[in-house]
């Protein structure tokens, strides 16, 4: 079931202390342009990364191979289904376009299984 969701994390408790204080991230409008200009990237492209057919994402996202071999030892690891890997790879294609990058390379791949925290823990891997 969870190849399913895009994206498993644990979100951890904030102190109000830190909610109440003036934060050191980015701040909203900086977040909103970046996610203005990923979703521009990617209606140029035809549609957005979310809806692009599970039949087309490795033609249309394609990968470097130093992180094809990064998706390619995470599946054998942990045992990612097809599905999972299709996720995966929509997500570091988005990530990749809020970096205003062509396509997903090491640090998308690897973010991007980073966000699929609950598929380590089922397989018993906890890095």
């Known amino acids: ?20 204080g003036h934060g050191s991230g980015p701040v909203s409008a900086e977040l909103t342009r970046a996610v203005r200009t990923a979703r521009h990237r990617q209606q140029q492209r035809g549609t957005t990364n979310a809806r692009l057919p599970e039949s087309a994402v490795l033609a249309a996202i394609g990968v470097d191979s130093a992180a094809s071999k990064l998706l390619a030892d995470a599946q054998d690891r942990w045992q990612l289904s097809a599905r999972s890997v299709v996720r995966i790879l929509k997500v570091a294609r988005t ?3 809020l970096a205003d990058r062509d396509k997903p390379g090491v640090e998308q791949i690897s973010e991007a299984l980073h966000l699929r925290r609950l598929d380590r823990r089922s397989s018993g891997d906890t890095v």
Not at 1 to 20: G, Y
């Open 1 to 20: 079931m969870l190849d399913r969701f895009d994206l498993h994390i644990e979100v951890p408790q904030v102190a109000w202390r830190e909610l109440a």
């Open 95 to 97: 990530l990749a376009d």
